[in-house]
């Protein structure tokens, strides 16, 4: 249990060692064009020296720098650095791609919004076709419009997808993982299979030294000749990589912007269609304005008239609700309604009624409704008219 305790811990060592690494290589971001000229710089100085030192090896392979470990071991961390950048630029384009996948969804229910909308207008406007024939012939025009529109929303939408976001998720897709699979592993092989041919070979060479007498330990021993054709397996991986990273960085730069240019370019053009569409349609637009602003005028003339025939009404039914309500049967019977001959301050509504015969006071027990929220009942209370004046209290007012 401790050996199988300890193996998982250092197994969590190495895991968030290589995460950490990641998140670093991930997390760099230059802020400065010095910076990013620096690291153009570096990797194109990288990539010289290795084509230097390549050729000066295929011309003599016998005083080649080649022979020596360190050598292999700057290519190898010239490949490790290449490696993270393009790891950065990954997680860049990786955002892009998602973001486009993202519009292209919205896009897509946005046009069938469109779509809706464009049919439900037309429906609509066949109907008002019915009672009113400009208004019906707005809304169907309107419904051709939106459709026009929703055509140009439609062609920008295929043209980003083609032009834009079909090219970077096919450089996600085979280019960078051909890097990441294919040529960083047959590079690393061929470093590992010459560093394991030279220890082999040095070690080989060490035996038949001592064996001769030879005092050899400590020394450099020679072994150009007889790694010769690992060298060049190293140097075949490196310039496979190196081909495929110059690729990368062509379509990650040059193409992309070309890319975008394209569908700038595709893009106006649509949209200047567009504004064409609409630019034909403004006479019509002016012409129905001013249509829309006679209808208008002609339905508040219509909408005064029948605002004033509804006060006419509701003031005649008011003077019938209010007399069948004073003279009615229910809570109020027993009790006429007397009024002082002239107007009542405050109240115009109704003319004064009654006879003066019987009498100008009235008191009385009148049911009056509570205000609870939960439950309504009716109270008594002893109600007055006095001098033009409406009382009401719980009891008689002693005098």
Request: net charge positive; glycine share 8%.
């Amino acid at each position: 249990p401790d050996v199988n305790g300890r193996r998982k811990a250092k197994e969590g060592e190495r895991g968030a060692r290589s995460r950490r690494r990641v998140r670093e290589s991930i997390s760099y971001r230059p802020t400065d064009r010095r910076d990013i000229g620096r690291m153009e710089f570096d990797a194109k100085s990288a990539s010289n020296a290795f084509v230097a030192s390549t050729r000066a090896d295929l011309a003599a392979p016998a005083t080649s720098p080649l022979r020596s470990a360190t050598e292999l071991q700057s290519f190898r961390q010239t490949v490790d650095q290449m490696q993270e950048r393009l790891e950065t630029d990954r997680h860049g384009l990786k955002k892009c791609a998602k973001a486009l996948r993202d519009i292209q969804k919205t896009g897509e229910s946005h046009l069938g919004f469109d779509a809706q909308f464009a049919d439900s207008l037309e429906k609509f406007g066949s109907m008002a076709l019915r009672y009113d024939s400009k208004i019906g012939t707005a809304f169907l025009k309107f419904s051709v419009i939106f459709k026009e529109m929703s055509s140009v929303s439609k062609n920008s939408l295929q043209a980003l997808g083609n032009m834009v976001a079909f090219p970077v998720d096919n450089l996600l897709k085979s280019d960078f993982k051909t890097i990441n699979d294919d040529m960083k592993r047959n590079f690393d092989r061929a470093v590992r299979e010459h560093e394991t041919a030279r220890v082999k070979i040095e070690k080989e060479k060490r035996r038949g030294s001592e064996s001769g007498g030879a005092d050899a330990v400590g020394g450099a021993i020679d072994c150009s000749t007889e790694l010769v054709k690992e060298r060049r397996a190293v140097q075949l991986g490196m310039v496979d990589y190196l081909v495929k990273a110059n690729e990368i960085r062509t379509k990650k730069g040059i193409e992309f912007v070309q890319h975008l240019m394209e569908f700038y370019h595709m893009h106006y053009k649509i949209l200047e269609d567009g504004l064409k569409v609409l630019t034909d349609l403004g006479s019509w637009a002016n012409t129905l304005a001013g249509e829309l602003n006679g209808l208008r005028s002609r339905q508040e003339e219509e909408r005064k008239e029948l605002l004033e025939l509804r006060k006419q009404i509701k003031s005649d039914v008011t003077v019938e609700k209010d007399v069948s309500f004073l003279g009615g049967g229910g809570p109020f019977e027993g009790v006429s309604y007397v009024s002082q001959t002239g107007t009542v301050s405050g109240y115009n509504l109704h003319q004064p009624a009654g006879e003066e015969s019987f009498g100008m006071e009235k008191a009385g027990i009148l049911m009056k409704r509570s205000d609870g929220r939960l439950r309504k009942v009716f109270q008594k209370r002893y109600c007055q008219v006095k001098d033009g004046q409406f009382t009401m209290a719980h009891g008689p007012v002693l005098e």
